[in-house]
């Protein structure tokens, strides 16, 4: 059986990063939950290269007639996920900020009283 050159470079290109992530969760610069995130978002991606007649069962649950619509639009949905996700982390993020600023200007106001 021949496959197509994307049939094997993009699943090449889904190990290598697989293996990337793992890496970094080795250095703890990952948690596990980022980790097992990236291994099945980089899996489904190989697999869907190597197998592209499985994309049909997701067109097939979710309703949709062709395959690639299928695709598009479960990719456009998981990246609106992601967006919210980011958003919700920088609010936190920023929240965290606030308050390390109002309790270091509340520290040196308090050092400067008792000079």
């Known amino acids: 059986m021949e496959l197509p050159l994307y049939q094997i470079l993009i699943p090449g290109f889904c190990l290598l990063m697989i293996a990337k992530a793992f890496s970094h969760f080795l250095r703890h610069e990952r948690t596990l939950r980022e980790l097992l995130t990236l291994i099945l ?3 489904a991606i190989g697999l869907a ?3 592209p007649s499985a994309t049909s069962v997701i067109a097939g649950f979710l309703g949709i007639k062709s395959n690639v619509n ?3 639009f479960t990719s456009i ?3 609106a996920y ?3 996700s980011l958003f919700i ?3 936190n993020l920023e929240h965290v900020v ?3 600023t109002r309790e270091l200007a509340l520290r040196e106001k308090k050092e400067k009283e008792q000079k």
């Open 41 to 43: 978002i980089w899996g």
């Open 49 to 51: 290269a190597l197998f």
């Open 70 to 72: 299928a695709i598009l």
């Open 77 to 79: 949905a998981f990246l």
């Open 82 to 84: 992601l967006s919210f």
């Open 89 to 91: 982390s920088v609010e």
């Open 98 to 100: 606030t308050r390390l």
